[in-house]
């Protein structure tokens, strides 16, 4: 029996927590990612490091860019939803959109908490479109209550299995609500994932605009360092200085002079 993509994307999301969870150096876990990253723009370069440099930059200027449009086109596309639905007349309205739960009509939009925290600090309004963490624990406690009247582990929704099952077995009905309660718990978590997904992107190009900041500072001490190295002390160079100003032979000495 195949796997819901739902459940899924769930036991793959719970597998990721906890193999980062028993992860002590997350550093050394991703070093080689990090090197493969940067063989790719250096190959792209043909070895050359500043050019390399460049494409690391416009690769992650290019996510940034493409990050913002997406928000600022779901911002927009979400306004002209809500603006259509006000204006709609209430005979004209699809029969049950007035007691279709708001989230479920439009669907879930990015928070302005999350989008406040993405690199190029594009506001966004907090949506009213989600459900209250309320009303999620009472969908949840209900649907659980429903899966556990089946007596066995319910077939999935709209197998050859679950169609053979008579009309009122509670295994029938609890299949539908392991089916809905997936939907929804992926609507629920799309925010959640939105978010870490923008955070990431920034932490990502933060990340590269430090390395590159860290990279110049290195370059800039180690020249002046070996300036210093090869270069005459200010003592030194004074003296030369004076010695240079000195009287030369035939000068003029002062009034009084031998």
Not at 155 to 176: F, H, I, N
Not at 188 to 195: I, K, T
């Amino acid at each position: 029996m195949s796997v819901p993509d739902a459940e899924r994307s769930l036991a793959a999301r719970l597998a990721a927590h906890e193999s980062w969870a028993n992860t002590l150096n997350r550093s050394a876990r991703t070093a080689n990612g990090r090197a493969a990253l940067d063989q790719k723009f250096l190959d792209r370069a043909d070895g050359a490091p500043v050019p390399a440099a460049h494409l690391r930059k416009a690769h992650f200027a290019r996510l940034a860019l493409k990050s913002a449009q997406s928000r600022r086109k779901a911002a927009a596309l979400t306004t002209e939803a809500e603006a259509a639905e006000r204006n709609w007349p209430s005979a004209s309205r699809p029969l049950g959109a007035a007691t279709m739960p708001p989230d479920r009509r439009s669907g879930p939009t990015l928070p302005g908490e999350a989008a406040r925290r993405s690199s190029t600090a594009i506001k966004t309004s907090t949506s009213t479109l989600l459900p209250a963490p309320a009303q999620v624990a009472t969908r949840r406690s209900w649907a659980y209550r429903m899966i556990r009247k089946a007596a066995s582990p319910p077939p999935r929704y709209g197998s050859a299995q679950w169609l053979s099952l008579p009309e009122g077995d509670p295994a029938k009905a609890a299949a539908v609500v392991v089916a809905a309660e997936c939907w929804a718990t992926e609507g629920d978590e799309l925010p959640e994932r939105l978010a870490l997904e923008l955070e990431n992107a920034r932490a990502a190009f933060k990340l590269e605009t430090d390395r590159d900041y860290v990279e110049r500072y290195q370059s800039h001490r180690t020249k002046w360092s070996q300036l210093s190295q090869t270069s005459k002390s200010f003592a030194e160079r004074r003296a030369e200085q004076l010695a240079s100003i000195g009287p030369r032979p035939g000068d003029y000495t002062g009034r009084g002079s031998a």
